[in-house]
């Protein structure tokens, strides 16, 4: 097992912060492929977290990459696309060394097996739920509430105007 340094992402732990942590290793290897690409092709609202879009087809093959085979969350993919471009940036060592200096605390040691072993625990931990009837999303729907949330379709272009538009609509009610 080879044990390397990462950031916390979600500061949630368990097999939501090791999704992230997949995310982020994914991202890595399609970036060692891609060298030149842009982030800049990201669109994301200022003092909104958990939508970052694009219609760009390079960021669509890094989307597709990062999640394949995983129920990510806007919130896992806005936070991984962020460290991603950071890590594009500074190069992976820069960017654990100004995380070190800046955030000491969310630098941890972990290995892939680890993370795969979180991963797989959370998922048969929610497939456990389903088969016995519970519905995880009800759990988190009363503890954030369903009023504060906005779903949205990655696959479906319309969805996410819509989801950008509720989103302004929100912060323009809130600014009122």
Same mark, same amino acid.
């Given at each position: 097992?080879?044990? !390397?340094?990462?950031? +916390?992402?979600?500061?949630?732990?368990?097999?939501?912060?090791?999704?992230?942590?997949?995310? $982020?290793?994914?991202?890595?290897?399609? $970036?060692?492929?891609?060298?030149? !690409?842009? !982030?800049? *092709?990201?669109?994301?609202?200022?003092? *909104?977290? %958990?939508? *970052?879009?694009?219609?760009?087809?390079?960021?669509?093959?890094? +989307?597709?990459?990062?999640?394949?085979?995983?129920?990510?969350? %806007?919130?896992?993919?806005?936070?991984?696309?962020?460290?991603?471009?950071?890590?594009?940036?500074?190069?992976?060592?820069?960017?654990? %060394?100004?995380?070190?200096?800046? =955030?000491?605390?969310? =630098?941890?040691?972990?290995?892939?097996?680890? /993370?795969?072993?979180?991963?797989?625990?959370?998922?048969?931990?929610?497939?456990?739920? $389903?088969?016995?009837?519970?519905?995880?999303?009800?759990? /988190?729907?009363?503890?954030?509430?369903?009023?504060?949330?906005?779903? =949205?379709?990655?696959?479906?272009?319309?969805? $996410?105007?819509?989801?950008?538009?509720?989103?302004?609509?929100?912060?323009?009610?809130?600014?009122?």
């Amino acid at each position: 097992m080879t044990t !390397f340094k990462t950031v +916390d992402i979600s500061g949630f732990g368990g097999g939501y912060e090791a999704t992230c942590q997949r995310m $982020l290793l994914r991202g890595r290897a399609w $970036l060692q492929e891609h060298p030149d !690409f842009d !982030f800049s *092709v990201y669109e994301s609202a200022t003092g *909104v977290y %958990g939508l *970052v879009t694009t219609k760009h087809p390079m960021a669509k093959a890094l +989307d597709d990459a990062l999640t394949k085979d995983l129920d990510a969350t %806007g919130a896992m993919h806005h936070g991984c696309i962020s460290m991603l471009a950071k890590i594009h940036r500074d190069g992976y060592e820069g960017f654990i %060394g100004k995380a070190e200096a800046e =955030v000491p605390d969310r =630098v941890y040691e972990t290995t892939m097996e680890q /993370i795969t072993a979180e991963v797989d625990a959370a998922e048969a931990e929610w497939l456990a739920k $389903l088969a016995t009837g519970d519905d995880p999303m009800e759990e /988190i729907l009363q503890t954030i509430g369903p009023e504060n949330i906005i779903q =949205v379709d990655f696959d479906d272009p319309d969805s $996410l105007d819509d989801a950008a538009r509720e989103i302004a609509r929100r912060i323009k009610e809130k600014e009122e």
